[in-house]
């Protein structure tokens, strides 16, 4: 999990649009992969994770997917409001415990 | 999730001196760590710090340059040693629960002139 790719750096989305950010990984032993939002001035909030054992998990208007042949997973906000706008990370552990981040996606939802 | 509070939440400081970062989290956890944010990027990993043993640093990261303490399972600390103006960064601590989830605290932003 020490080389995670993040895309796209950024992204600007109209309200009601969805979202989709992608991140790929090179350890095939990876099995866990949160992604984070971090609002400015605050710390990374863990929005949503997702293990190797499912494809996908939804909460509300957030999905996360997983690909473990093609090695990448994929955050989905639908229907966008402003207080989506945030830096969003993908990470990956390395050794069970290490998170490896990505770097980050600054997304813009506009009125 | 955990509860997770840091000390102060922001500082300026001279060159050449040293500041202590408290974290606090509101439970009991085996696993803690800090993290540095510099300005407009990613999340880089300084150490891991486990109670009763030593901290365990990652490449590029020094314990004489970043001292850390684990006295007990809900605290640490984080010293910045000697700063100089590259210091200037965001400083957060997370923990790991028992679903091997990481949960960041508030962050404490620091300035060096």
């Known amino acids: 999990g020490e080389n995670v790719e993040q895309h796209p750096s950024t992204l600007s989305v109209q309200e009601g649009d969805s979202a989709v950010i992608k991140c790929t990984y090179s350890?095939?032993?990876?099995?866990?992969f949160p992604w984070y939002k971090q609002e400015l001035g605050k710390g990374p909030q863990l929005i949503i994770d997702?293990?190797?054992?499912?494809g996908e998990k939804k909460d509300q208007r957030i999905a996360v997917t997983l690909n473990k042949t093609a090695k990448h997973f994929s955050l989905h906000i639908t229907e966008t409001q402003p207080e989506d706008s945030a830096v969003y990370f993908c990470?990956?552990?390395?050794?069970?415990?290490?998170?490896?981040f990505g770097a980050g996606t600054t997304v813009t939802v506009r009125a | 999730s955990a509860v997770i509070s840091q000390k102060p939440s922001r500082d300026i400081c001279q060159r050449g001196t040293s500041l202590t970062i408290q974290c606090q989290v509101d439970?009991?956890?085996?696993?803690m760590f800090w993290y540095r944010q510099q300005p407009g990027q990613s999340l880089t990993l300084i150490a891991t710090?486990?109670?009763?043993?030593?901290?365990?640093?990652e490449s590029g990261f020094v314990i004489d340059k970043f001292p850390i303490s684990r006295p007990n399972l809900t605290f640490s600390t984080l010293t910045v040693s000697n700063m100089s103006p590259e210091d200037s960064s965001i400083y957060l601590c997370?923990?790991?629960?028992?679903?091997?989830?990481?949960?960041f605290g508030p962050g404490t932003r620091l300035t060096v002139l």
């Open positions: 997370s923990v790991e629960d028992r679903r091997n989830e990481q949960f």
């Open positions: 350890d095939s032993a990876s099995n866990y």
């Open positions: 997702i293990r190797s054992n499912v």
């Open positions: 990470a990956d552990p390395s050794n069970d415990y290490k998170l490896s």
């Open positions: 439970s009991q956890v085996t696993m």
């Open positions: 710090a486990n109670q009763g043993s030593e901290a365990t640093y």
